[in-house]
């Protein structure tokens, strides 16, 4: 089993930056993909960003190109999600997802794609 801890979330004004990372313990070895999901109210769960085990893959909602940035560190199973210039519409809670995958340069959009969830973390935005 893999334990994923977000951390980070709170209430910004609109334009503010925030910092999200996610902590994976327990049965992390092999490769694996890592992604940021939000959810906000009344809606599905959506893609927010992704990073291949090797990092030479990173994909983005288009929403978030240009603002969020998504960075990984091996050495210690962590993941950030770096958010810039942020928008009221960026409100919901963000939840960090883990992937297992034989490819080092593979990093899923689809929820579906993912084996273990955190719990999430709210990020709220003020207009």
């Known amino acids: 089993q893999v334990q994923l801890e977000e951390s980070g979330g709170g209430l910004v004004q609109a334009g503010g930056s925030l910092r999200l990372s996610c902590a994976a313990s327990?049965?992390?070895?092999?490769?694996?993909?890592m992604g940021w999901f939000r959810q906000a109210p009344g809606k599905e769960r959506e893609f927010v960003a992704a990073?291949?085990?090797?990092?030479?893959?990173?994909v983005y909602l288009d929403s978030v190109k240009g603002r969020f940035t998504i960075s990984r560190d091996n050495t210690k199973n962590t993941v950030a999600l770096q958010m810039n210039s942020l928008k009221p519409e960026d409100t919901a809670v963000y939840y960090c997802?883990?992937?297992?995958?034989?490819?080092?340069?593979?990093?899923?959009?689809?929820?579906?794609?993912?084996?273990?969830w955190g719990q999430g973390t709210q990020v709220t935005v003020s207009s």
């Open positions: 997802a883990l992937e297992r995958t034989t490819s080092t340069v593979a990093a899923g959009t689809r929820p579906g794609e993912y084996d273990y």
């Open positions: 327990g049965r992390t070895f092999g490769s694996y993909a």
């Open positions: 990073i291949s085990w090797s990092g030479a893959s990173i």
